[in-house]
Structure formats: structure tokens, C-alpha cells
């Protein structure tokens, strides 16, 4: 079966590093999502992408977290310089073609700034 | 302001029995409903969805009825297995734009063999 896969799985840093996590999606999947998950929160949709545009960085915090997804498959999502309040888990989702599809996601990278 | 509401963060029910989850939201620009589960150091995978048009929606022993002028959706699973035990998050989508899910905080449910 198909798999949303997420690199690293667990990540320790110190305050002001860089950190960057890896997604590659479904094979075919148009869309891409990166969410954050602080602990005993859900989800919460950081970036959006339709092949490698971006569709919504609304809640991205864009003096130090970036993305990109190039060529449309595989995305990077990038924090410089990291903070503690960073720490949780980033989840990556893909879905097929966005709207109303399934988001897929993979079992998340998470983050401990120190 | 959160737009989609879970007031129960943890629920047990014995083995056998019947699971209901509660959510409610706020937003009734919201037409698209989805179940997650997600268990310890895993994504949340997809369980069960349903859109505005439809009041029930049956998968196995999972099914998820929507009151719309409630505001408010539940998910049952019948019997409840020790392999249910998880975290369920509601999620909600617009169609509208942006097809971004805002999620619930999550329900932690315990099934106790």
C-alpha cells in the first residue's frame, strides 16, 4: 500500500539552529500539506501546495519557516532559526488532486528544540 | 476560536461495547466531515467521512451521523476491540477555496479488554 514517507522521524536541536524535514508523497498525489501538531492539539495546516505552487501559507510563519516543492513531488519544510515553542510533531499529507480527496498522512517528524 | 469542538478528552468503554465520539463546530460553511485515528508516534490515518448531503455514512463497525442543525457529528463503533484504542480527531473542510482541514484537539479512547 501506498505511503505518505517522512524524514527524520525524530529530531533534537537547539534553539536558533536550522532544521529542515523531508516529504515525499503518494506517487500521483497533486497535493501536498504540511501540518503541525502541538501536543494535545490537532492538526493545524501550515502550508498547501498543487503540484509545486503554493495554495495557502496563511498560518506559516514566514519570518523563519519556509517550503518548497520544486518539481511537484517531494517537499522540504525549513525553520531557521528554531525556537521552543517549535517543538511538536510535523505531519506531511498528500492527497490526490486536493478539494474534498482523502488526505493521506505520513507518520510525522517530531521536533525537540532544546 | 475553535471551530471544531471536541469536549470529551478521553472516553473508556469495556470491549464489546458500543464507542460514540462526539463533535461539534461552529462553522457552518463546513460540508465535509472526516474521522482520524491516530495512534503513538504515527500520522492519523483516514477512517470514515461524510458530507453535508448525507446524515449517516456506514463503513463496517464504524459509522458517523451528522445533525446539521445541531452542528454537531458523532462517530460510533460497534463492538469497541482493544485495537480501537487511539486518538480520534474530527476534522472539517469548506470546499470553498482553500480545502484546509481544521481539526479537533482529539479523543483519546481506552477499549479495556
Known amino acids: 500500500e501506498a505511503e505518505v514517507a517522512q524524514s527524520p522521524r525524530y529530531k533534537i536541536t537547539e534553539k536558533s539552529q536550522a532544521v529542515a524535514f523531508w516529504c515525499d508523497p503518494i506517487?500521483?498525489?497533486?497535493?501536498l500539506y504540511w501540518y503541525r501538531q502541538i501536543l494535545g492539539q490537532g492538526p493545524e495546516l501550515l502550508v498547501q501546495?498543487?503540484?509545486?505552487?503554493?495554495?495557502?501559507d496563511s498560518q506559516l510563519p514566514k519570518d523563519r519557516f519556509s517550503a518548497e516543492r520544486l518539481k511537484g513531488v517531494d517537499s522540504t519544510l525549513k525553520i531557521q532559526p528554531a525556537e521552543l515553542g517549535d517543538s511538536a510533531m510535523y505531519l506531511c499529507?498528500?492527497?490526490?488532486?486536493?478539494?474534498?480527496?482523502?488526505?493521506?498522512f505520513g507518520p510525522g517528524t517530531r521536533l525537540t528544540v532544546l | 476560536d475553535q471551530q471544531v469542538k471536541q469536549n470529551s478528552p478521553s472516553l473508556s468503554v469495556q470491549e464489546g461495547r458500543i464507542s460514540i465520539l462526539n463533535c461539534d463546530y461552529t462553522?457552518?460553511?463546513?460540508?465535509?466531515f472526516l474521522w482520524y485515528k491516530k495512534y503513538p508516534a504515527e500520522g492519523p490515518t483516514f477512517l470514515i467521512s461524510?458530507?453535508?448531503?448525507?446524515d449517516k455514512n456506514e463503513d463496517g463497525r464504524f459509522t458517523v451521523f451528522l445533525n446539521k442543525s445541531a452542528k454537531h457529528l458523532s462517530l460510533h463503533i460497534v463492538p469497541s476491540q482493544p485495537g480501537d484504542s487511539a486518538v480520534y480527531f474530527c476534522?472539517?473542510?469548506?470546499?470553498?477555496?482553500?480545502?484546509?482541514?481544521?481539526f479537533g484537539k482529539g479523543t483519546k479512547l481506552s477499549v479495556i479488554p
Open positions: 461524510i458530507s453535508s448531503i448525507k
Open positions: 499529507a498528500s492527497s490526490l488532486s486536493g478539494g474534498a480527496d482523502t488526505q493521506y
Open positions: 501546495f498543487q503540484d509545486e505552487s503554493v495554495v495557502d
Open positions: 462553522n457552518s460553511m463546513f460540508d465535509y
Open positions: 506517487s500521483g498525489h497533486a497535493t
Open positions: 476534522a472539517a473542510n469548506s470546499g470553498a477555496g482553500s480545502y484546509q482541514l481544521t
